[in-house]
């Protein structure tokens, strides 16, 4: 809890005690309809929120086994309770990467990098890597007099792309913050041309701030970097950008989804410094990013760009006709599965029309048929269901045959 932000906490999922410690329940803070504090009262344990905190109890758990820079990736599920929709689950699975135990800003290139390769593997193009830093948006909350309130701050305005300009000012308004202060934010909302161009527009409007002029001259050593290796994706240094986790110290970033794709962000990650001191290990310093694994999957389903091979990983099928050929059928799959070839016995003696279409649907390429009559001779027909073309052979030879189809 405090980690996530206060709209975060709010989306974990909490487990509610059992057995005596239901006793410790805050009945007056019911009484009070403070209800957040009743709820709290009722759980001392939550399911995963995300993997980085969990990760940094961890790096402080095993300091002295770990060699550092230690970088680790892992796939897991996490849980939010938040309202499922499109992109929203209540349950899905991240894919984090993360370097900790240095603050040098090559790691925040190589994690851009990382993305890219990604995506580009995927064949997911147009994607757009949005990045911002942190110290840039504490120099701007200086800039409102409200240094002290960066994190209600940061929440309103990561709300830019769902409530608009007027909503997030809106919200400003009602957490207090001074309209005459929120004026001064005009110039951020309007902000317009190349990266390079919002930098020297950011370093105008934030030449007092000494935290906001580090924000800018790390954006501008990585952007630097990436000019000498460019991405395949596009970068957009987006200002507004301040993603709600609360242990976010430096560069920020966000994976938009192809243009036309109704998606939120597919990834998104950054820079926090001295997460693991919550645990009792100071002075480590760490950069994560995340692939959110459910929202890649539905947006390469809408783009059709899932390859053939997922779609069936058969590479043969031996059909059934005849129960005395089904030992000879077993024996074969049983080679070719122990050869590294994937291969599946078709269960019952269905109609031959049946099995085909079984292969067809499932797109397996190659089909063995063993009928009665074949099985007297002591032979096979193998079938390629992509030509159509049939070809016979002694079932005494079955498997090399198979395998100078398959492996070439």
């Known amino acids: 809890m405090g980690k996530y932000g206060e709209e975060g906490d709010r989306l974990i999922f909490k487990i509610l005690n059992s057995g005596e410690k239901v006793k410790k329940a805050d009945l007056a803070a019911l009484e009070k309809n403070d209800l957040k504090q009743f709820s709290n009262s009722l759980s001392e344990k939550a399911l995963r929120y995300d993997l980085t905190v969990p990760f940094a109890r961890f790096v402080a758990q095993h300091q002295n086994e770990l060699v550092f820079p230690f970088r680790r990736f892992q796939i897991q599920n996490v849980w939010r309770a938040d309202r499922p929709q499109h992109g929203r689950f209540q349950e899905f699975t991240q894919c984090d990467a993360d370097i900790v135990g240095e603050k040098s800003l090559y790691q925040e290139v190589e994690m851009l990098q990382l993305y890219d390769t990604v995506f580009t593997k995927l064949g997911l193009t147009g994607v757009t890597l ?7 948006l504490a120099g701007i909350a200086a800039l409102l007099d409200a240094s002290d309130r960066l994190v209600p701050f940061t929440v309103s305005l990561d709300k830019l792309d769902k409530i608009g300009r007027e909503g997030v000012e809106k919200e400003l308004l009602g957490k207090g913050f001074d309209p005459e202060a929120l004026a001064r934010l005009a110039p951020l909302f309007e902000l317009e ?4 161009e919002k930098l020297n527009t950011l370093a105008s409007l934030l030449e007092t701030s000494e935290v906001g002029q580090e924000g800018i001259a790390e954006i501008q050593f990585i952007l630097t970097q990436l000019k000498s290796n460019p991405l395949a994706a596009a970068v957009d240094l987006n200002v507004t950008l301040a993603r709600g986790l609360d242990y976010y110290t430096g560069l920020i970033v966000e994976v938009a989804a192809p243009e036309g794709v109704k998606m939120g962000s597919i990834g998104g990650g950054g820079r926090y410094d001295d997460l693991t001191s919550s645990f009792g290990l100071k002075d480590k310093s760490g950069i994560g990013i995340s692939f959110g694994f459910d929202r890649i999957g539905l947006v390469l389903e809408e783009l059709d760009l899932y390859p053939n091979t997922v779609h069936s990983p058969t590479q043969l099928l031996v059909s059934q006709f005849e129960p005395a050929a089904n030992p000879w059928s077993l024996q074969l799959i049983h080679q070719l599965r122990e050869a590294g070839m994937a291969a599946e016995f078709y269960p019952t003696t269905a109609k031959f029309k049946k099995q085909l279409s079984y292969a067809n649907q499932k797109q397996i390429p190659w089909v063995v048929i063993c009928a009665i009559q074949e099985f007297e001779q002591r032979e096979f027909v193998l079938k ?21 189809e398959l492996l070439g």
């Open 130 to 136: 949005k990045i911002n830093n942190r110290k840039i």
């Open 193 to 196: 041309g190349t990266a390079d």
């Open 384 to 404: 390629n269901m992509t030509t159509g073309e049939e070809s016979r052979h002694s079932m005494d030879v079955a498997f090399s045959v198979i395998q100078n």
